[in-house]
Structure formats: structure tokens, C-alpha cells
């Protein structure tokens, strides 16, 4: 796991983002993992390369299961851009912080 994580660190894209209350190592962890997700280093994340990260990982996902991620972050679009992806984290940041505070 940490191999495939520095190698993704090292394939993070370099396309700036909205920072949407994130640090900036927060940032780079997002961008990495955005990475390791996306099998062909287009920067676009597709519902086949969620699927195949999943089995590389030992992980069984339905297509279902993509289908609805898919659908909470972009709709119905064929692809997530790092922008999606890094709005989507945001959105779950907001809705932790929320549910964590006394």
C-alpha cells in the first residue's frame, strides 16, 4: 500500500484547484488519491477505473455502487475531474465537522 501510495504521489496531478477550506498537504493527499484511482493518467476519473482500483485493492464494488458515486459527485456525467473530486471531499469535510461538533 505504501508503494502504490508514493507512486501515486509521485503521478498527483499538478492542475490547481479551489483549496474549499482544505490545507495545502490536505491538497496534495487529495490529489494523490485522485491519482491512484486513475488507472490511465488522463486526470479524469472513469467508472471503469473506480471499478478496477477497487479490484486491485482486494475490494469488490458493484457497478451500482459506481453508478451512484458517480451520480452524487457529477450527475450524470461519464467522468470526475480533480475539481469534482476535491468539491466532493469538501462537501464530506463540512458534513464531518458538522456531525462532530458537541
Avoid at 477505473?49 to 477497487?54: F, G, I, K, P, T
Avoid at 458493484?62 to 450524470?76: H, K, M, N, R
Avoid at 456525467?77 to 464530506?92: D, H, M, N, R, S
Wanted: charged share 25%; with cysteine; hydrophobic share 45%.
Amino acid at each position: 500500500a505504501k508503494a502504490r501510495y508514493a507512486a501515486a504521489a509521485r503521478r498527483a496531478p499538478a492542475t490547481p484547484v479551489q483549496p474549499r477550506g482544505f490545507s495545502e498537504p490536505e491538497l496534495h493527499a487529495l490529489k494523490t488519491i485522485f491519482a491512484m484511482f486513475d488507472q490511465d493518467g488522463g486526470e479524469r476519473l472513469s467508472r471503469a477505473d473506480l471499478l478496477a482500483y477497487a479490484d486491485a485493492i482486494g475490494e469488490f464494488a458493484l457497478p451500482q455502487d459506481v453508478d451512484a458515486v458517480f451520480t452524487c459527485l457529477a450527475g450524470d456525467a461519464t467522468t470526475i475531474g480533480l475539481e469534482e473530486w476535491v468539491l466532493f471531499a469538501a462537501k464530506l469535510k463540512t458534513a464531518w465537522d458538522y456531525n462532530s461538533t458537541p
